[in-house]
């Protein structure tokens, strides 16, 4: 299993926490962290989600992005019934460790939201107006 840094970390711990070369991913309180995914053709961000040590475990071990379905409680396979597989081609962490960027080549039409759509991200907000509204791209 991969462990957090423990809270409270003295400098020298922060210190190799953001400039060394351990892997040692900060997982929240409910055991997960936060995963953007984005396509590696044109770097558009597909997806956001979580993983849990498992899930990053196996996305390392098997090149293939599985996640922590919060909703559902329970690990998943990106594209196990979607089609929608994606093959990891890189994971990057930021600098405390705390979250991760997947960059990916996604399988079956290209998408990745589960309304069909390639990403999740389609809409975007109308700040124009108050209450800001949703615009569809």
Same mark, same amino acid.
């Given at each position: ?16 926490? !953001? ?10 309180? *409910? ?10 053709? *044109? ?10 040590? !498992? ?5 390392? !071990? ?6 922590? &379905?919060? &909703? @559902? ?8 019934? &979607? ?6 081609? !890189?994971?990057?962490?930021?600098? %405390? ?9 996604? /399988?079956? %039409?290209? /998408? ?5 759509? @390639? ?9 124009? *107006? ?6 569809? *791209?």
């Amino acid at each position: 299993m991969i462990a957090s840094p423990p809270p409270g970390a003295s400098p020298a711990a922060k210190n190799e926490l !953001e400039e060394g070369g351990a892997f040692t991913p900060h997982f929240d309180a *409910d055991g997960l962290i936060v995963c953007v995914t984005k396509d590696a053709r *044109d770097g558009q961000i597909l997806m956001l989600a979580y993983m849990n040590a !498992e899930a990053l475990r196996l996305t390392i !071990e098997t090149g293939v992005a599985h996640y922590w &379905s919060r &909703s @559902r409680r329970t690990l998943w396979r990106k594209g196990d019934t &979607s089609g929608q597989i994606q093959k990891v081609t !890189e994971i990057r962490t930021d600098c %405390d460790q705390d979250a991760l960027l997947v960059t990916v080549e996604p /399988g079956g %039409d290209g /998408g990745a939201c589960h309304t069909g759509r @390639r990403s999740c991200f389609y809409r975007k907000i109308d700040t124009g *107006d108050f209450p800001a509204k949703l615009v569809f *791209d």
